[in-house]
């Protein structure tokens, strides 16, 4: 008990009544006055070292100057509160995304709504031998709009809704947009440089990381008060067991915390950049159409990662449709036996195709060998880079010459990219023999 105010004889006799009955007992009570007119602290334990350690310290505070308390921080503009649109927006396309991955992914899922490796990869997950070695820089944008399973996007959707709901209408939507951006750029950039080989990286966690570190950052624009103190709890909330790999490890989970840090740095900085040039006069951050430009370019930038994704997807899809490595058959005479079979199972598969239409052509079936040559050869461009080159030239091969009878013409154009690839051997020896080299 602590009385603070003008001292009077009565206080003492009656807080000094509040006594400890025991060393046993398990109430202490604990009485103070504090005199502002006299400086004079009492209490009522007698002991040297309460005496000394209370009392001196709360009559020096009592002697000290008084401290200036500038009030001129408290008019600080905020802007009035606001749907969060931009966030809404961002949950939606993350929604969007992991949908496509289950719905659209390249063999089946697993466990918690899980993609295969093989679908995130397609769908543009952060891998550096793909991004360094092929070019595909775009991975460092297309990443983090991906998710590994249900779990994990529950957990970022829950996180950026809390960021969103906190970050957005302080500093506007254009500046929003861009510690998203930039947040999700630098953490991909850091886990490309830190991850091994091996990785295969995917999450908005990066960026997620990015919002809560420019919380805490721009917290500092604010006097102390609620909206700084709900900013910062929120952001310690979410960075400390972000950062702290201790955290991932009990829980056996498989975190990228080089993105985590990378997405955190990108967030300090730019948020920095937001104190500097934020007056407190105004409700929002100036240069926002800076800002603006910086997430809408981002945002654009990820046109040339669909078609890239879109174009690779239709090539690897078409690839999971071919015969598994494991029922190939290993001689011709077991593809000849086993042909039939295979295209009404593989249907996209041109090796069947190309021993059945061989086969008609031998048995002088030109319409069937014609049909069977040109199936295989419809998807040509999804399988060329997977398959032998010579199983296209094969398939010419038949063609012009199941066609040579009534369009002599459409057979010459057909086996010509086959005659200036072969100078001798059986292919070019089989249009020879039927003059389709020699025009």
């Given amino acids: 008990m602590i009385e603070v105010g003008p001292g009077s004889p009565e206080q003492p006799r009656r807080l000094g009544a509040f006594r400890r009955t025991g060393m046993l007992a398990k109430v202490a009570p604990f009485a103070m006055i504090v005199d502002t007119n006299s400086g004079v602290v009492w209490n009522n334990n007698a002991t040297w070292i309460w005496k000394g350690l209370y009392n001196g310290f709360v009559e020096r505070l009592l002697a000290a100057p008084r401290e200036a308390v500038d009030i001129s921080r408290a008019a600080v503009a905020t802007a009035p509160p606001t749907f969060p649109i931009l966030t809404t927006a961002l949950l939606a ?47 460092l944008l297309s990443a983090p709009f991906l998710h590994v399973d249900a779990g994990h996007l529950a957990m970022n959707a829950v996180a950026l809704y809390l960021a969103g709901r906190a970050l957005e209408g302080l500093i506007g939507r254009a500046w929003f947009g861009a510690v998203y951006a930039v947040s999700a750029l630098t953490g991909s950039l850091l886990s490309l440089v830190i991850n091994p080989v091996s990785i295969v990286a995917a999450g908005a966690s990066g960026a997620i990381m990015g919002l809560f570190a420019a919380a805490l950052v721009i917290s500092m624009h604010f006097p102390p008060g609620a909206i700084r103190m709900s900013l910062q709890m929120n952001a310690t909330y979410v960075l400390i067991p972000s950062l702290l790999p201790l955290f991932g490890a009990l829980k056996g989970q498989k975190v990228d915390y080089a993105a985590h840090f990378g997405g955190t740095l990108g967030g300090v900085l730019i948020a920095l950049l937001i104190l500097v040039i934020w007056s407190p006069a105004e409700a929002w951050p100036r240069f926002r159409r800076a800002a603006a430009a910086v997430a809408i370019a981002s945002a654009a930038a990820l046109i040339y990662p669909a078609i890239s994704i879109l174009q690779d997807y239709q090539a690897v899809a078409f690839t999971a449709q071919l015969i598994p490595t494991n029922r190939l058959p290993k001689t011709g005479t077991e593809m000849r036996s086993r042909a039939a079979q295979l295209i009404k199972q593989y249907p996209r598969d041109p090796r069947p195709r190309f021993t059945v239409s061989a086969d008609l052509l031998d048995a002088n079936d030109l319409a069937g060998a014609e049909r069977e040559a040109r199936a295989g050869l419809a998807e040509e461009k999804f399988w060329r880079a997977t398959l032998s080159p010579q199983l296209g030239d094969g398939l010419r091969v038949v063609l012009a010459i199941a066609i040579d009878r009534d369009r002599h013409t459409e057979a010459l154009q057909t086996a010509r990219p086959v005659c200036n690839a072969f100078k001798d051997g059986p292919m070019r020896k089989l249009l020879d023999d039927k003059k389709l080299c020699s025009g």
């Fill in 93 to 139: 396309v993350l929604c969007a995304v992991f949908s496509a991955e289950i719905v659209f992914g390249i063999g089946p899922w697993t466990k918690l709504l899980e993609p295969s490796i093989t679908t995130l990869v397609t769908f543009g997950a952060l891998t550096k031998n793909l991004v360094v070695q092929s070019g595909e820089w775009y991975r």
